[in-house]
């Protein structure tokens, strides 16, 4: 083998995670400051017909084709210099415990990047105009042991018809360790459950203006559903109870049960009708309820895909209209936030947040992403946002991974959150733990002013818990359930 090039870059960070979140010119850029890579790379293509990512991995040996270079600036001026359209590159790192959960990688490039580890195609499809810092990372295929070095390989593809522009960081950063952590819950926990029913999952609780509280939620991950159901309560303890379906794929034209159908029965899922993670809204500017949704599966002709769909109504149980006959975005998880101008946002995916057209019949502008400063995304999924004492919250679920003192690796599906004083747009500040155990979940305040959120995690049950805002500036759940002890990260 003609070199290794190793890689263990760590950018530690001292500051708080409170509400002052710092100023950053450019939010996606990764911290300063940055440390040189080490690279091989070839314009030659290494991938093999049986085993296309053999070249990711530890054991490949290079040839005399791969070539050395300190920065991804050097690799931009070869491909330049040489008319080169695609280049493959190459670099080793190691995890540790403390940052295994802040990984991620960041590129300001033209063109398309797809990153591998250890032979598994992680991130593909990364595409970008060169006009900003992209951060990424997937953690459903990551294939990096704490303390063991990781083989990583890089493919970037320039635009056709213009030079390679190409800049490239692996970024481990020291995240904020929340002191004393509080858990929404273990399964050994006493919860109150406002909804008894296992298969609800990514439960949206709000309190509306008729001083009702209202439920929707996930209903199955695969199958056939009716359409949304919703839940009521007069108090936020519950019991809630099933008020009805007010919105239903037979009174919808673009998810109507015929668009949904799939030609290939080999699929398992090919008979899926399911909305996934919806959410319920009362917009005070247009004195409207709102549901915003998503199917499982891309109805016809749209290509597969994840696209968002907002009905709404005069009253809170409907029935439901689609405001427009379509979607209005293409992503996961969408949440509505109305600010206190009556400006409405949708937030989804991991931390994407566009403004709204008044009537909420489409974005009014490009959807932007949003970074927390110490961390690849706001979230992985489920985002949520919310505003209190003129700072905005921005959270949303994540799997954080944790060690206890035997060494032995857990994980809980956590809140996690940044905050930020400059605005709805940021920066934001560090993301941190919030409510573990929370995931995707939604925060409103009770009749008593109290800020509550929901809670379906680790018993697949829905209740509602009581948070507060902890003298450091992060918020937490207000009774401490069951202390996660001897684990760090």
């Excluded at 530690?12 to 950053?24: D, E, L, N």
């Excluded at 696209?307 to 209005?328: C, E, K, M, N």
């Excluded at 003298?471 to 760090?488: F, I």
Aim: hydrophobic residues 35%.
């Amino acid at each position: 083998m003609k070199r290794l090039a190793s890689l263990c870059l760590l950018v530690w960070t001292v500051s708080g995670v409170g509400a002052a979140g710092g100023a950053q010119a450019d939010p996606g850029a990764p911290p300063e400051p940055r440390l040189p890579l080490a690279l091989t790379y070839t314009f030659k293509d290494p991938t093999g017909k049986a085993d296309k990512g053999g070249w990711t991995t530890s054991a490949f040996q290079e040839g005399p084709e791969w070539k050395a270079a300190g920065s991804a600036r050097e690799i931009e001026q070869a491909m330049n210099a040489a008319q080169a359209r695609r280049v493959w590159f190459r670099f080793r790192m190691t995890t540790t415990r403390e940052t295994f959960n802040h990984t991620f990688c960041a590129a300001r490039h033209d063109g398309v990047l797809d990153l591998w580890n250890e032979g598994e195609a992680n991130r593909w499809n990364n595409r970008g105009d060169g006009t900003k810092w992209m951060r990424f990372f997937s953690y459903i295929f990551r294939r990096d042991v704490v303390g063991k070095p990781c083989q990583y390989g890089v493919i970037y593809t320039r635009s056709e018809g213009r030079p390679a522009q190409l800049d490239f960081a692996f970024v481990q950063e020291r995240p904020y360790h929340v002191p004393e952590l509080r858990d929404a819950g273990t399964k050994s926990s006493k919860f109150h459950l406002v909804l008894d029913i296992p298969h609800i999952r990514d439960a949206c609780a709000i309190r509306g203006p008729d001083d009702f509280y209202y439920i929707v939620g996930t209903p199955l991950l695969h199958g056939k559903q009716e359409g949304i159901d919703l839940y009521r309560a007069a108090d936020r303890h519950g019991p809630f109870v099933k008020v009805g379906t007010p919105w239903t794929f037979e009174a919808s034209k673009w998810v109507h049960p015929a668009n949904l159908s799939q030609p290939n029965a080999r699929d398992k899922y090919f008979d899926d009708q399911i909305i996934w993670a919806p959410e319920i809204e009362y917009i005070k500017s247009l004195k409207k309820w709102v549901l915003i949704y998503f199917p499982n599966k891309a109805p016809k002709p749209l290509p597969k895909g994840f696209y968002i769909g907002i009905a709404a109504s005069d009253t809170p149980l409907g029935p439901y209209r689609d405001i427009v006959d379509g979607h209005i975005a293409a992503d996961p998880d969408p949440h509505l936030f109305e600010d206190d101008d009556g400006k409405v946002y949708l937030t989804s995916g991991t931390g994407r947040i566009a403004l709204m057209k008044p009537d909420l019949s489409g974005l009014a502008e490009e959807p932007r992403m949003m970074y927390p400063r110490n961390a690849q995304a706001i979230a992985n999924e489920g985002t949520t946002l919310f505003k209190h004492n003129g700072v905005y919250y921005f959270g949303g679920a994540f799997t954080t991974y944790y060690w206890d003192k035997a060494g032995k690796k857990s994980s809980t599906y956590d809140c996690v959150m940044s905050a930020s004083t400059n605005g709805i747009y940021g920066p934001y500040g560090d993301r941190y733990v919030a409510i573990k155990n929370g995931g995707n979940n939604s925060f409103f305040r009770d009749k008593d002013g109290t800020w509550c959120c929901s809670v379906w995690q680790p018993t697949k049950k829905t209740t509602i818990v009581a948070v507060e805002l902890a003298p450091d500036g992060t918020w937490r759940s207000a009774e401490n359930y069951d202390v996660l002890t001897d684990l760090t990260y």
